[in-house]
């Protein structure tokens, strides 16, 4: 089975993360984080930060790694790697997308999430709840 290498980047501000809706493809309306291939020679992070600019018109800073994921779809394996991430410049204009949304942290199951970014999100509940997180961006408390 072929292997997809992938980023996503978890984009927060304040108590939200900001979620994107394909617009095309076999997975056309699904609900995913933003991102896409790692091209030849590009280490993880320059490819999440040169997608988010492709995808969204906007730069990043990249926070840490948040999970990689490893998930197979019926015609291919994904390798997902995952990064907290900080808007520096830009308004995220959707150039790709049918829509988004920034989702606060209790409404992460408000949205129809593509089946790899299910498990991006339980990591992103786990990663909430542990000292690090509950400490980044002001947030206190459980989810």
């Not at 994921?69 to 204009?93: A, N, W």
């Not at 989702?103 to 992103?124: G, M």
């Amino acid at each position: 089975m072929k292997t997809v290498q992938v980023v996503a980047a978890l984009i927060i501000n304040q108590d939200k993360v900001f979620a994107t809706q394909r617009g095309y493809g076999e997975f056309k309306d699904g609900w995913e984080f933003p991102g896409g291939k790692i091209e030849p020679g590009e280490t993880p992070e320059q490819a999440i930060k040169r997608e988010i600019q492709e995808e969204l018109a906007t730069e990043i800073r990249v926070e840490k790694p948040l999970t990689t994921v490893e998930y197979d779809y019926p015609t291919f394996h994904l390798s997902m790697q995952c990064f907290i991430c900080k808007v520096e410049r830009g308004k995220l204009t959707l150039l790709e997308h049918e829509a988004a949304r920034w989702l606060s942290y209790d409404e992460l199951d408000n949205v129809n999430w593509l089946p790899a970014d299910r498990v991006v999100v339980r990591d992103f509940r786990k990663y909430l709840v542990t000292d690090t997180g509950a400490k980044f961006d002001g947030f206190c408390g459980a989810v």
